[in-house]
């Protein structure tokens, strides 16, 4: 589960989204279990829509929670129209929609457009020998014994149809076939996008949208958004993909006005003029998000793992890595779309609290919600909850189960999450949760939580902390500790500032300011004098100002 964040009109999507924070709960399966079956359940969810409200989010995302074998966590549907069982009825969905709605909050589930698993009904048709209907809806290299490209990733012997199948991530993911952009004819399964099956498959994904939107979703989160389209010419293939879903955001707009389109896309430039209102600067395809917190695991992170990580206390990392990419795309796509830098997600071990210190995890915490566009909270980051490494892997989780553990609700049977034997339970809960739990947190006014709660009212009182707040970084030097970063717009004027580093560290600025007033209990100092700005934080250190 995931909570989002934002504020504004309430009758625009983009406007929905940049209204405050939303804090999404992903994983259905590890937040709440309403029914003490060992694994959570959308009525489970719906049970804590006023503790995800209470820490001032309006949106939650959901991962699939559609019927699934489950070889990668959902992520492999079955049939786009039917909750799971272990999840619970559509109707619970419905119920979960109405509800949310009631407390003016919204909930987007996750269409995962790219691939489906061998278990729906489309690709069984589409593995059979005889041609029918389906037998393009996926795309098949045949005979099974042709040279295939290297590029593809093909399954070979799964089904009695005499080719192979290309798949999309792992082998039980069939890609859909969106058909290609420059078809090579020398290659008979490169088809054109107006192939009429590819058309088909267009107009099935509407179809599901459809679906889910009348019934009271609010959007989606596209998995793999930038994958569906295939070419040779990368240009022409983001062209083509950019049009593609242009074409369904001109749709959305006509049609579901208030719906909300975020990508998994990883790079908003593209994003954000396909079509899109929100894109995650994820790991895919920029280096930026993994140099801020995990670059130094990167036994745990498969992609583009490079350089070292700012938020750490030996110090080794360059804020620069992350800084200078996401200014580009910020001035890319300000305006018109919003980026988001998620605490973490299902897909990112290991989790933020793995091995911080509470002030330490404060200290990430106010970085990442005082950034522009939309905040993502991972379900449990707000209470700090920790990475268990080492856990077999479960559903295709491989080094990510250890992220996707239950919720820790209080010091009760299995932390609150479930009331099953412990054996039942879907992943084990952390052994001595402690202080990390919402019971504790909630009794702690100095908790991460009760932070996160401040930093969230921060950004819906004053615009300038929030969505559309500019954004300007003042100290990003070589070795750089502290970040210091101006929030903006119109006459409001904010510094934040981190030292994530073991050591104390100062900076000075040249500045127009004459008084900063500090707005979170702040260790260190901030001096300003005839236009310069000194700056002291110790290790660990951070900061808040409005200033004049
Ligand atoms: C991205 C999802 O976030 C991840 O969990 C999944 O394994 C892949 N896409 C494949 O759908």
New binding site residues.
Partial sequence: MYYIISHANPHTPAAILAKGCRLLPNIPPSFNDSNGDGIGDIPGITQKLDYIKSIGCNAIWL?PVFDSPFN??G??VADYKKVAPRYGTNEDLVNLFAEAHKRGMRVIL?L?A??TSVEHAWFKDSSKPSPNGYADRYIWLEPIWRERPAELTTVTGYAERNGAYVA???WC?PALNYGYADPDPKNPWEKPLDHPECVATREALRDTMRFWLDKGADGFRV??AQSLIRGHDEKKRIAALQTFWQGIRQWIDLEYPEAILVS?WSFPTYAIDAGFHVDFMLHFETIAYNSLFRNHRKELISSLPRGNTYFERSASGDIRQFADIYIEHYKATRNRGYISVPTG???SPPRLGEDRTPEELKCALLFLMMLPGIPFIYYGDEIGMRYMAGLPSKE?GYE?TGARTPMQWDDKQNAGFSTAPETALYLPVEASPGKRTVTAAENDPGSILNFVRALLKLRKDNPALGSKGDIDFIYTKTAGYPLVFERKLGDQRFWVAVNPSATERKADWTCDISTPTPLVPTQGALDVQNGRAQITLPAGGYGLWRVR
């Fill in positions: 991962s990668d966590g992520y492999d996750d995962v790219g691939h999309n991530f792992f993911q998995d793999m998994e997600n299902h897909d295709g990510r």
